[in-house]
C-alpha cells in the first residue's frame, strides 16, 4: 500500500498538515524539535489507530485543544481505487472513517499495514516476551485470515479458564475449557510457526547484508513444555495454576527466542546491532507480507542515521530502497549516504511546518 495523501490537524505541533507523495521513497528532514517524529506518528495512526511512542490519544493533541484529526488517501496501486481514511479524536472519543463510513481500528490495520522502525523499537530484543509475540503476530495477522478468530477464541477460552482458577473450580469444571483453549492455542502456535518459517530465510538473507557477521538463530518456544500436547501440559498444570489464579502454559506465554554466536542477546549486542537486527526481522516479515497479500507494508524509519556507522548506514539504506513498499525516513539533513539516493521525495519539517525540499 502506500499513503499519497496525509492531512492532519492539531496534531502534536502540527497545526496543520499536508504531504502529497507518489514516490516510494521519502526523505524528511529538520532538526531536533522540528517535528520528524510527529509526522511518522500521523502517518502510523492513518495505520494503527494509535501512536508508536506509547502516548495517548491525548497526549497528541496539540495547542488547539484537546481534538486532533488525521486523513489520508491511501491505494495499492496506481490502478486501484484510492481510500479515505480518517481517524479523529476528541474529548476522549476516538472515531475511524474509512471510505465515509464509521468503520474500526480493525479496518485500518487491514487497510493500511504499516510498520516502524525508531529507537524505542529496542524494547522488541531488550524486553520481555511480550513484544517479540506482537512482532511475530503482526505478521501472523496479515498474511492469514485464521489468525484473528483463532485468537478470539484462545482468549475467550483463556479468560474462563482463568476466571474457573480464581473461583477455585473443581477439575471437571476446568475440564469444559481446556480442549478448546487447548485446540485453539495448538493452532496458534501452528501459525505462528509457519510464519517464523516463512521469513525466517529471508531475515537471514537481511541479517547476512546489514549485520555482516556472526550467526543469529530465532526459535520460537511455544509457551508449554516442549513435546506436550497443550492439553496435557494444561492437565499438568492445574494444581500450580490454581494457587496463581493464572494459565501458565500456551500461546500467550510463547517466545521468540533469539540467539546469537548461540548465546542470549540482551545486554550483549550494541545499539546499532539492535538497530539492524529489528531491521533485518521487519525488512523480511513486510517482504514476505507483501510478497503474500499482494500489499507490501509502509515503512517507517524515524532518526535514520542514529546509533549506526556510515557503513551500516549505507547498507540499510540500499536495503530500503531494494524494498518494494512505500519508506518514509527521517534525519537531521540530507549529508552522508542519504544525499546518494537521486529518486526519493524530499522534505523539510520546521518548528511544525512541513514543506517540499528542492
Ligand atoms: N501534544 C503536543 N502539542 C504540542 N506540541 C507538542 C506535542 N507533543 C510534542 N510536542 C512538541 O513537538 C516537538 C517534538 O516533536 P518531534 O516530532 O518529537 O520532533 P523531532 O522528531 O523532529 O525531534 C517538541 O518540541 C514537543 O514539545
Ligand atoms: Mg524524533
Not at 474500526?104 to 520481555?128: F, I, S, T
Amino acid at each position: 500500500m502506500r499513503i499519497v495523501q496525509l492531512r492532519a490537524q492539531n496534531f502534536r505541533l502540527f497545526e496543520t498538515l499536508s504531504l502529497q507523495t507518489h514516490c516510494r521513497l521519502n526523505f524528511i528532514f529538520g532538526a531536533n524539535a522540528a517535528g520528524k517524529t510527529s509526522l511518522l506518528e500521523a502517518l502510523y495512526t492513518l495505520g494503527r489507530g494509535k501512536s508508536f511512542r506509547g502516548s495517548t490519544p491525548g497526549e497528541l493533541a496539540g495547542v488547539a485543544g484537546r481534538h486532533w484529526l488525521v486523513f489520508g488517501r491511501v491505494e495499492a496501486a496506481d490502478t486501484e481505487p484510492r481510500h479515505r481514511v480518517g481517524v479523529r479524536w476528541q474529548d476522549g472519543v476516538g472515531q475511524v472513517r474509512v471510505d465515509g463510513q464509521a468503520a474500526r481500528n480493525l479496518d485500518l490495520l487491514r487497510l493500511l499495514p504499516v510498520q516502524v522502525l525508531e529507537p524505542g523499537m529496542h524494547r522488541m530484543l531488550q524486553e520481555g516476551p511480550s513484544y517479540r509475540r506482537s512482532f511475530l503476530d503482526w505478521g501472523v495477522f496479515h498474511v492469514e485470515p485464521s489468525f484473528l478468530p483463532t485468537w478470539s477464541r484462545y482468549r475467550r477460552a483463556l479468560r474462563q479458564r482463568n476466571q474457573a482458577l480464581r473461583q477455585n473450580a473443581s477439575d471437571r469444571e476446568l475440564a469444559v475449557w481446556e480442549p478448546e483453549l487447548a485446540e485453539a492455542g495448538e493452532r496458534l502456535d501452528a501459525l505462528r510457526r509457519t510464519h517464523l518459517a516463512d521469513i525466517g530465510p529471508t531475515v537471514q538473507d537481511h541479517v547476512r547484508v546489514l549485520l555482516d557477521e556472526g550467526e543469529w538463530n530465532f526459535e520460537l518456544l511455544s509457551g508449554w513444555g516442549q513435546g506436550l500436547a497443550l492439553r496435557e501440559a494444561l492437565l499438568r498444570q492445574r494444581t500450580a495454576d490454581r494457587r496463581l489464579g493464572t494459565t501458565q502454559a500456551g500461546p500467550h506465554r510463547a517466545e521468540l527466542r533469539v540467539r546469537a554466536g548461540g548465546h542470549g542477546i540482551r545486554h550483549r549486542i550494541s545499539r546499532g546491532q539492535q538497530k539492524l537486527l529489528i531491521a533485518a526481522l521487519l525488512l523480511a516479515q513486510c517482504t514476505v507480507i507483501g510478497r503474500s497479500a499482494g500489499r507490501y507494508p509502509v515503512l517507517l524509519v524515524d532518526d535514520f542515521g542514529a546509533e549506526l556507522a556510515e557503513r551500516y548506514q549505507a547498507t540499510l539504506l540500499a536495503a530500503l530502497v531494494r524494498y518494494p513498499g512505500q519508506v518514509f525516513v527521517t534525519a537531521f539533513e540530507r549529508s552522508g549516504v542519504l544525499a546518494t539516493v537521486a529518486d526519493a521525495a524530499l522534505f523539510h519539517v520546521e518548528r511544525g511546518v512541513l514543506r517540499p525540499d528542492s
